[in-house]
């Protein structure tokens, strides 16, 4: 279970913090995802990076914002969130010739209050 | 957009018992379909998956099956246990490596 991390597993941020995500893959994938998961909803796939482009949720709000540095990490920058973006928030890779099985990291509990 | 619908949202089933979850995809050009198991507190996993070039596929108690013709897919479970609890989801392929999810079934296996 370490082949996808993420930290920190609980997060409780007022709407004026800044905080990031981080996720953290040993698979050699090369395509890395963020979802957003709340009760009864389909995952919802927010940004998307491969080796060849980024990909993102146009219904994404702006507050936040991705950082891919290098295939292995990716990071989800978090500011002025609203009580609404409380949610799980899940990392996932995958070989991005595929389609191949995604592999999730274990998730960020987020609370906005 | 494309969607994937998937039913049911609830699935009650007495220990020994099949469960069967179905799902709707609306891209036909979708070609790997995956299902995933989520259990209370931890991080969705994948149990089964199938291509469009396969109708079926078994692994032990579970199967998928697919008709590309009507643009569904479905699990089944065989002999359920208790540990087969939890929530399931199916999703399907767009382009080479995205996929859009179904909204889930919470599987419950009554002892």
């Known amino acids: 279970e370490t082949g996808v991390t993420q930290t920190p597993r609980h997060l409780v941020m007022g709407m004026t913090n800044k905080k990031s995500l981080k996720c953290e893959q040993h698979?050699?994938?090369?395509?890395m995802y963020w979802y957003k998961q709340s009760a009864k909803k389909p995952l919802e796939l927010m940004f998307v990076?491969?080796?060849?482009?980024?990909?993102e949720n146009n219904s994404v709000p702006s507050r936040f914002s991705p950082e891919c540095p290098n295939s292995s990490h990716l990071f989800l920058h978090l500011h002025t969130l609203q009580p609404e973006d409380s949610a799980l928030y899940l990392c996932?890779?995958?070989?991005?010739?595929?389609?191949?099985?995604?592999?999730f990291g274990p998730g960020t509990r987020l609370t906005v209050t | 957009g494309e969607n994937v619908e998937q039913h049911p949202s609830t699935l009650s089933v007495q220990e020994g018992d099949s469960a069967v979850i179905k799902c709707t995809y609306s891209?036909?050009?979708?070609?790997?379909f995956p299902w995933y198991k989520q259990e209370l507190g931890k991080r969705p996993q994948l149990i089964i998956d199938?291509?469009?070039n396969v109708g079926e596929k078994k692994d032990q108690r579970i199967a998928v099956t697919l008709n590309k013709t009507a643009k569904h897919f479905s699990l089944h479970i065989t002999e359920t246990q208790p540990e087969d609890s939890a929530v399931y989801f199916c999703?399907?392929?767009?382009?080479?490596?995205?996929?859009?999810w179904g909204a889930g079934t919470k599987l419950i296996i009554k002892p």
């Open positions: 996932a890779s995958s070989q991005d010739s595929g389609p191949y099985e995604q592999y």
């Open positions: 698979l050699g994938h090369n395509a």
């Open positions: 990076y491969s080796l060849e482009e980024r990909v």
């Open positions: 891209d036909s050009a979708s070609n790997y």
């Open positions: 199938i291509r469009s």
């Open positions: 999703a399907a392929s767009i382009g080479n490596y995205q996929l859009i």
